[in-house]
């Protein structure tokens, strides 16, 4: 019989001042809001109340705000699980290791679960959401907009199987490129004489060097998310962000990060290779076709910082087959992909077919008779 060991911890969860209910972040407002006495405050209010998760240091002084977590970890086996008992109901919650903050599905009180993102997994600082629930529903009944083939009743709300904001862990890199890069450019003439129609083909070692610097450049951090998706809510304004707190998380999910800087560095370093190499190539202005054959290009890492950013999960069960989506939590880009209906899509492709044939048989037609 396999033994675990258990660990006491405790979680977090902000308290409204007036009324003591679990209080939440309201992304419309930019504040905290209770949904039952409908008291309004700012961060820095709840942290002159002493409220749990607001306090700078982010410690539970009030033994009524916290509620016992028990970490068992199984001796053969790498998963581990984090329990928890709901302050509020007493209901026992289970969640994996990578969940930073929870709700209990029995009342829907966040727990904040402090282990997750302390010392190391500390975030530097945060994007709050600006975008809530019912804007993510409205971005995934307008994509019918402007889609003529995607099947009619996709878009019907009932489809969506579950809704959830998550914080989500990122890495954020500062890179410093230098380098040449070298290519093959050409600068193609046309002229006419007469009924003959001459081309001029001048072939040129093209260089081009300097240097670039990028701020910022994000890499998701959990590798349970898909990391296409997330480059495609891009971009988030960085001027939002904020110090870290834990009291921003109140009312969402959130994920520590199981992929380390050091390894998505390399996700990072090719985004910035890319981007120099673009933006040289399109400074060679004056050929008219140019193909980079080789580069020295050296990137090196100036900074790295650990922040949390907002993002809405869809997931939608259409015929049953599941399809997700995302929306960036503070500009509110959506992004997914979208199924097409078949019957839609063959009419389409047979009235584009016979357009086509009439239009080119009146070009023949006239053609002909000139």
């Known amino acids: ?160 199987e579950k809704i959830r904001g998550v914080y989500i862990p990122f890495w954020l890199y500062d890179i410093f490129v230098s380098g040449d890069v070298e290519m093959h450019g050409e600068i193609i003439t046309h002229w006419s004489r007469g009924d003959t129609r001459y081309t001029k083909t001048d072939i040129y070692k093209v260089i081009r060097g300097g240097t670039m610097a990028y701020k910022g450049i994000p890499v998701d951090g959990s590798s349970r998310f898909d990391n296409n998706i997330m480059n495609s809510i891009e971009p988030f304004d960085y001027s939002a962000f904020l110090p870290y707190n834990h009291a921003y998380l109140s009312g969402f999910l959130a994920e520590k990060y199981d992929e380390e800087g050091d390894a998505n560095f390399e996700e990072a370093k090719k985004r910035a290779l890319n981007s120099t190499r673009n933006f040289m190539q399109a400074d060679a202005t004056m050929y008219t076709a140019k193909a980079i054959e080789k580069d020295t290009l050296l990137p090196q890492q100036t900074n790295r910082e650990y922040a949390m950013l907002p993002v809405w999960m869809v997931n939608v069960k259409y015929k049953n087959k599941p399809y997700i989506f995302a929306m960036n939590g503070q500009t509110g880009k959506f992004i997914g992909n979208i199924p097409l209906d078949v019957t839609k899509t063959i009419l389409f492709a047979i009235i584009i077919f016979i357009i086509v044939v009439i239009v080119g048989s009146i070009i023949s037609y006239v053609s002909f008779h000139l």
């Open 1 to 160: 019989m396999n033994e675990a060991n258990t660990i006491s911890e405790q979680a977090l969860e902000n308290k409204c001042p007036s009324c003591t209910a679990s209080i939440k972040f309201n992304p419309t407002i930019g504040k905290f809001k209770c949904e039952y006495c409908g008291s309004e405050f700012t961060l820095e209010e709840l942290k002159k109340y002493s409220n749990n998760a607001a306090t700078d240091a982010n410690n539970a002084s009030n033994p009524q705000q916290q509620a016992t977590i028990e970490q068992s970890i199984p001796a053969d086996n790498y998963s581990n699980y984090i329990s928890y008992k709901c302050e509020s109901c007493g209901a026992e919650i289970v969640t994996d290791e990578q969940t930073a903050a929870t709700f209990c599905v029995y009342c829907g009180n966040t727990a904040i679960l402090k282990s997750k993102l302390s010392g190391q997994f500390t975030p530097n600082k945060i994007i709050p959401f600006a975008k809530d629930k019912a804007s993510a529903v409205e971005a995934f009944k307008s994509l019918k907009k402007g889609r003529p083939l995607m099947p009619k009743d996709f878009c019907n709300e009932q489809n969506i």
